[in-house]
C-alpha cells in the first residue's frame, strides 16, 4: 500500500517547530494543520490564557508566512479590517490603502466583540479570497487562513456570530486547559528564555503540498459515510435517533459534508497516508459539524451541548469496513 510519508515531511517539521513553543494542544495544532493543507478557516473556542493566539504566531514562524492579529472590539469599522480609499490632495486622486486581511494567517482575536457589520466584512474574503474596495476587487495572498477566537465565559459587550459567518469555518476546535504536568512545563518554558522557531518551509512549498493533498484518494464509501452523518444531524430518526430530534432546530448543511471529506484528506496526510480511512472522517466530525447545529430552546434549557448530540448520532451511523485504497492507483 502506498503512503505519502516522504511528502508529508514537511508537516512534521513545522508541527517539531510549533511544539518547541507549544505545550499540549496536540488536537489544535494538528487542526491547525489540516485548515492550513484544505484551505480552511478556523474557530477556536477556549478561555483566555491557552496559547491559542500564540499558536498561530508560531505556526505563521515556521511557514515563512505573512502575519497579521487583529483585535476585536465593539467600535471596531470595516474598514479596519480591509482598508479603505483615501483622498490625496496633492495630485487629487484616490488611493487604496488595505487592511490586515491581506496576510496569509489572519488571526481574528475574540472575533464575538465585534458589531455584525464587521464580522460580515469578513465573509467575501474567507470565501471568495478577495476584497472589494470602492469598485475595485483586490486579491488576497495565497495560501490564505483565517483563525479567529472566542471566549465563552463572556457575554457582556459580544455579538454572537452569525450562522451564514459560522458555516464558513471548516472547523470550530474547543479548547481545554492543560494538565498539571503540562502546565509545570510551560511555566518552566515561560519563565526562560524562549526558543527562537526556525521557518522549515515557505508558501511555495505550502502551496505544493496542498495540491499534493488535492490527490489524496476518498473512497466512494467514505463519502457516503460522511453523508450519512451529516444528515443524521437533520433527520436523527435516519440512525434511529428519533429522541434527538427535540433538540435540534436545524442540522447542518451540505457544507458540513464537502468540509469533511477535505479536511479528512489533510488529516490522512498528515498521518502519512495517500488515501482516507474512517478513522479521519470520525475523528473530524464534531469539528466539523459543532458550530453548524442550531439547537432548539429545549436543549438549552435542559443545557444539552452540540457535542452531547453529535457523540451520540456518529456512534449511531454505521462505519464502513472493507479496504479504502485506491488499488489501480497502488498496482501501477
Keep these: 500500500m502506498e503512503t505519502n510519508n516522504n511528502h508529508n515531511k514537511p508537516m512534521e517539521k513545522v508541527l517539531y517547530e510549533v511544539k518547541k513553543i507549544i505545550v499540549g ?5 494538528e487542526r491547525l494543520i489540516v485548515a492550513l493543507l484544505a484551505r480552511g478557516h478556523i474557530l477556536v473556542e477556549g478561555v483566555p490564557g491557552l496559547a491559542k493566539t500564540m499558536a498561530i504566531k508560531t505556526l505563521a514562524a515556521s511557514i515563512g508566512g505573512a502575519f497579521q492579529r487583529i483585535q476585536f472590539t465593539p467600535d471596531l469599522v470595516p474598514a479596519d479590517l480591509i482598508g479603505t480609499r483615501i483622498y490625496n490632495q496633492k495630485n487629487s486622486e484616490f488611493t487604496t490603502s488595505f487592511g490586515p486581511v491581506f496576510t496569509n494567517l489572519l488571526l481574528a482575536d475574540e472575533i464575538n466583540r465585534a458589531p455584525a457589520k464587521v464580522q460580515s466584512a469578513l465573509l467575501e474574503v474567507m470565501q471568495e479570497r478577495q476584497v472589494t474596495i470602492g469598485r475595485e476587487t483586490h486579491q488576497v495572498p495565497d495560501p490564505f487562513l483565517v483563525m ?7 457575554s457582556e459587550g459580544t455579538y454572537p456570530l452569525p450562522e451564514a459567518q459560522v458555516d464558513r469555518f471548516m472547523l ?3 479548547v481545554g486547559y492543560p494538565s498539571q504536568t503540562e502546565e509545570f512545563v510551560i511555566v518552566e518554558r515561560m519563565i526562560a528564555a ?7 518551509i515557505d508558501t511555495r512549498q505550502l502551496l505544493e503540498l496542498q495540491k499534493a493533498v488535492d490527490q489524496i484518494y476518498v473512497d466512494p464509501s467514505l463519502i457516503e459515510y460522511a453523508v450519512q452523518m451529516v444528515s443524521a444531524t437533520r433527520s436523527p430518526h435516519l440512525v434511529g435517533k428519533s429522541n434527538l430530534a ?7 448543511s451540505p457544507r458540513a459534508s464537502i468540509n469533511l471529506i477535505l479536511a479528512a484528506r489533510a488529516l490522512a496526510f498528515v498521518r502519512g497516508r495517500s488515501y482516507v480511512l474512517p478513522q479521519e ?4 466530525g464534531p469539528d466539523v459539524i459543532r458550530h453548524r447545529l442550531v439547537l432548539s430552546y429545549e436543549a438549552l434549557a435542559d443545557n444539552v451541548s452540540p457535542d452531547n448530540l453529535l457523540n451520540e448520532i456518529i456512534q449511531a451511523v454505521p462505519v464502513p469496513e472493507g479496504s479504502f485504497y485506491d488499488r489501480d492507483r497502488v498496482l501501477s
Excluded at 479567529?148 to 463572556?154: C, D, H, K, S
Excluded at 524562549?194 to 522549515?200: G, I, S
Design 25 to 29: 494542544q496536540d488536537i489544535l495544532l
Design 148 to 154: 479567529a477566537t472566542q471566549n465563552p465565559i463572556e
Design 172 to 174: 470550530k476546535v474547543l
Design 194 to 200: 524562549l526558543q527562537k522557531v526556525q521557518q522549515v
Design 246 to 252: 427535540s433538540f435540534l432546530m436545524f442540522g447542518a
Design 281 to 284: 472522517v470520525h475523528d473530524l
